[in-house]
């Protein structure tokens, strides 16, 4: 059992990693990066992991979030439900988020996070305010757990890659 959960995690986190490496070659249209994965603290818990970019040259892309939000009712936090999708959450060096990204999206509703438009509205966040669907973030018809998981993972793997910096 321990080693058919270690080959699922293993081919799990190459296609993590593939669909990191094409998206920054797509954004800058260049080879010229390397990137390494970063080890949280276990105080954090998180599903997901971070990378640290490094570029040839200067740019703003700095730190990469790669996590999976559910969008069933059950909890965040069980990757074996089948409706749920797979994203990025780009940094710069001071932490503010550039660009979210889903890349893989295996639901069967809550689409309407994927669209490109909504998810502009965490650009410039830096976790000094609080994300509240409603509020500062728009609500989607539809997708109410999507939003409000993936909002509330925003948020948090915001404020968690900053204290980590510490």
């Keep these: 059992v321990f080693l058919n959960f270690a080959i699922i995690q293993s081919i799990a986190q190459s296609t993590v990693e593939k669909h990191l490496q094409a998206e920054l070659k797509r954004h800058y249209k260049s080879e010229s990066f390397m990137f390494k994965e970063i080890d ?5 818990n998180i599903a997901g992991k971070f990378y640290k ?3 040839q040259g200067e740019n703003s892309i700095k730190y990469v979030y790669s996590g999976r939000v559910n969008t069933n009712r059950g909890s965040n936090k069980s990757s074996t439900n089948n409706d749920f999708f797979d994203y990025f959450i780009f940094y710069n060096p001071e932490f503010t988020v550039l660009k979210v990204k889903i890349y893989n999206m295996q639901s069967s509703h809550g689409e309407g996070v994927a669209s490109a438009g909504w998810l502009k509205q965490f650009v ?5 305010k609080m994300l509240a669907v409603g509020k500062n973030i728009d609500a989607i ?16 793997k915001t404020k968690i890659l900053s204290e980590m910096a510490k």
């Design 53 to 55: 970019i490094d570029f």
């Design 141 to 156: 018809a539809g997708a109410t757990i999507s939003t409000n998981n993936l909002t509330f993972d925003i948020q948090s």
């Design 124 to 128: 410039g966040y830096n976790g000094k």
């Design 40 to 44: 949280a603290p276990t105080k954090y």
